[in-house]
C-alpha cells in the first residue's frame, strides 16, 4: 500500500497507536489533503473521541473499519458484524457519521471513491466497514478505468471575502464552505467545543442546537440523493431478506435455490447504512415477512428464557426496526466465518412455514 501511495504523491504514516493514526489523519484533512484512516474494531474503539472532533469540527475523514471477531481481543483472525451499532452511534453526544459497507472485494475498491466524495462534498466522517473475510479474500474484477471524476473537484484556496464565516451553514443542508489554513480571509480559530458560525467557542443553547442541527440536516441531505436498492427476486412475495456487507453472495444464491422451487423469496442489500435510502419501506410492505441474516448476534426465540420482550436482535434488524416500525426478524450465525448458502437456505425454507 506504502508503494501505491508514492506512486501518485500521497504518503503512508505508520502511526504508534490509534489515537495517534486518526489524529494525524484529521490534522492532514484540515491542511486539505484528502486523508483515511484504516483499523479494525478494537482499533475504531479507540478513536471514537478523535472522531467526534472531526465531526464537531466538520473536517471530511474516511475511516475503514475491518470487522473481526469481538468483544476484547475476541478472535482477532475471523469475521464478524458486530460493529455496526458502534459505527453509527459510538460516540459520545450526537455525532452523525455516514456508514456504508462493501459487499465484495469490487466494491470496497468503488467504495472508497464514493466515501471520499461524500466526506470532501459535505464536510463529514464517512466510514466503510468490511471484515476479515473481505480482507483476505481473492476476487477477479475488469481493471477499472480511471477517471478524473474519483478525485473530485481541487480544494478551493482562493480568497474568501472579508468577514467569511467558517460555519455559515445552510438553513436547508446545513452545509458549508471549507476553510482551509492559510487561505486569505478565512483566520479563525478551529476548535471541538460547541461553536458559533464564526467558529467561536459559545456556550449559548440556542447557538449550541443550531450546530447539532446543521450536522444531522447533512445526512438528511445525502439520504435525499440515493437510490433504493436494487431487489433480488420477485418484487413482491412471501419473505423479503435483508443482508448488508460480505453476506451478499451466500444470501443471493441461497434465495436463487429457494426460488427455483417456486417460493417468492427475494433480497436486498443495504450499501448505506446510515442514512438509509428512500423507498425501503415501500419495498419491505411488499412482502409478508421481512428478516434479516447476519453475522451478529441475536437471541433465538427457541431458548426457554428468551421471549419478545428481552430478546435482542441483530445490529442491522435493530436499526430497521427502530427507523421503520415494521416488525422484522433476524436471524445469525456468529462463528467467525462466512454464512454458508445451504445454512441460508435451511433458515428461509423455516421462515417460509411462518407465512
Same mark, same amino acid.
Given at each position: 500500500?506504502?508503494?501505491?501511495?508514492? #506512486? &501518485?504523491?500521497?504518503?503512508?504514516?505508520?502511526?504508534?497507536?490509534?489515537?495517534? $493514526?486518526?489524529?494525524?489523519?484529521?490534522?492532514?484533512?484540515? $491542511?486539505?489533503?484528502?486523508?483515511?484512516?484504516?483499523?479494525?474494531?478494537?482499533?475504531?474503539?479507540?478513536?471514537?473521541?478523535?472522531?467526534?472532533?472531526?465531526?464537531?469540527?466538520?473536517?471530511?475523514?474516511?475511516?475503514?473499519?475491518?470487522?473481526?471477531?469481538?468483544?476484547?481481543?475476541?478472535?482477532?483472525?475471523?469475521?464478524?458484524?458486530?460493529?455496526?451499532?458502534?459505527?453509527?452511534?459510538?460516540?459520545?453526544?450526537?455525532?452523525?457519521?455516514? &456508514?456504508?459497507?462493501?459487499?465484495?472485494?469490487?466494491?470496497?475498491?468503488?467504495?472508497?471513491?464514493?466515501?471520499?466524495?461524500?466526506?470532501?462534498?459535505?464536510?463529514?466522517?464517512?466510514?466503510?466497514?468490511?471484515?476479515?473475510?473481505?480482507?483476505? $479474500?481473492?476476487?477477479?474484477? /475488469?481493471?477499472?478505468?480511471?477517471?478524473?471524476?474519483?478525485?473530485?473537484?481541487?480544494?478551493?484556496?482562493?480568497?474568501?471575502?472579508?468577514?467569511?464565516?467558517?460555519?455559515?451553514?445552510?438553513?436547508?443542508?446545513?452545509?458549508?464552505?471549507?476553510?482551509?489554513?492559510?487561505?486569505?480571509?478565512?483566520?479563525?480559530?478551529?476548535?471541538?467545543?460547541?461553536?458559533?458560525?464564526?467558529?467561536?467557542?459559545?456556550?449559548?443553547?440556542?447557538?449550541?442546537?443550531?450546530?447539532?442541527?446543521?450536522?444531522?440536516?447533512?445526512? $438528511?441531505?445525502?439520504?435525499?440523493?440515493?437510490?433504493?436498492?436494487?431487489?433480488?427476486?420477485?418484487?413482491?412475495?412471501?419473505?423479503?431478506?435483508?443482508?448488508?456487507?460480505?453476506?451478499?453472495?451466500?444470501?443471493?444464491?441461497?434465495?436463487?435455490? &429457494?426460488?427455483?422451487?417456486?417460493?417468492?423469496?427475494?433480497?436486498?442489500?443495504?450499501?448505506?447504512?446510515?442514512?438509509?435510502?428512500?423507498?425501503? #419501506?415501500?419495498?419491505?410492505?411488499?412482502? #409478508?415477512?421481512?428478516?434479516?441474516?447476519? &453475522?451478529?448476534?441475536?437471541?433465538?426465540?427457541?431458548?426457554?428464557?428468551?421471549?419478545?420482550?428481552?430478546?435482542?436482535?441483530?445490529?442491522?434488524?435493530?436499526?430497521?426496526?427502530?427507523?421503520?416500525?415494521?416488525?422484522?426478524?433476524?436471524?445469525?450465525?456468529?462463528?467467525?466465518?462466512?454464512? #454458508? /448458502?445451504?445454512?441460508?437456505?435451511?433458515?428461509?425454507?423455516?421462515?417460509?412455514?411462518?407465512?
Amino acid at each position: 500500500l506504502s508503494e501505491a501511495f508514492q #506512486k &501518485v504523491g500521497g504518503t503512508v504514516h505508520q502511526a504508534e497507536d490509534e489515537i495517534a $493514526a486518526v489524529n494525524f489523519a484529521i490534522g492532514s484533512s484540515y $491542511a486539505g489533503k484528502c486523508a483515511i484512516t484504516i483499523t479494525s474494531g478494537p482499533g475504531y474503539s479507540l478513536k471514537q473521541e478523535a472522531l467526534g472532533l472531526a465531526v464537531m469540527a466538520e473536517i471530511p475523514l474516511v475511516v475503514v473499519n475491518v470487522q473481526r471477531g469481538g468483544p476484547s481481543t475476541g478472535q482477532p483472525t475471523k469475521m464478524e458484524q458486530g460493529d455496526l451499532l458502534a459505527t453509527c452511534f459510538g460516540s459520545h453526544g450526537d455525532a452523525p457519521k455516514v &456508514v456504508l459497507a462493501a459487499s465484495d472485494i469490487e466494491e470496497c475498491f468503488y467504495s472508497m471513491i464514493t466515501a471520499r466524495k461524500i466526506a470532501e462534498s459535505f464536510n463529514m466522517v464517512v466510514v466503510v466497514l468490511t471484515d476479515a473475510n473481505l480482507a483476505t $479474500a481473492q476476487q477477479p474484477f /475488469p481493471r477499472p478505468e480511471f477517471s478524473d471524476s474519483w478525485l473530485g473537484p481541487p480544494v478551493d484556496q482562493s480568497a474568501l471575502p472579508e468577514g467569511s464565516k467558517p460555519y455559515d451553514w445552510d438553513a436547508r443542508t446545513g452545509l458549508a464552505q471549507r476553510f482551509i489554513p492559510g487561505q486569505a480571509g478565512g483566520t479563525h480559530c478551529l476548535t471541538g467545543l460547541a461553536h458559533d458560525r464564526m467558529s467561536r467557542v459559545a456556550y449559548d443553547p440556542d447557538i449550541n442546537q443550531d450546530g447539532i442541527r446543521a450536522r444531522s440536516l447533512k445526512l $438528511a441531505a445525502l439520504q435525499k440523493t440515493l437510490r433504493p436498492p436494487t431487489v433480488h427476486g420477485p418484487k413482491e412475495g412471501d419473505l423479503l431478506v435483508i443482508g448488508w456487507g460480505s453476506t451478499r453472495g451466500g444470501i443471493e444464491e441461497a434465495v436463487d435455490r &429457494v426460488g427455483a422451487t417456486g417460493h417468492k423469496v427475494a433480497s436486498i442489500h443495504l450499501r448505506f447504512l446510515q442514512p438509509m435510502a428512500s423507498g425501503l #419501506k415501500e419495498i419491505m410492505n411488499r412482502y #409478508k415477512k421481512v428478516m434479516t441474516i447476519e &453475522v451478529s448476534w441475536c437471541d433465538d426465540l427457541a431458548d426457554e428464557i428468551i421471549d419478545n420482550d428481552n430478546r435482542r436482535y441483530s445490529n442491522l434488524a435493530l436499526l430497521l426496526r427502530a427507523r421503520f416500525l415494521i416488525d422484522i426478524d433476524c436471524w445469525c450465525e456468529v462463528k467467525g466465518q462466512p454464512i #454458508k /448458502p445451504g445454512t441460508i437456505e435451511r433458515t428461509i425454507l423455516n421462515k417460509l412455514q411462518e407465512v
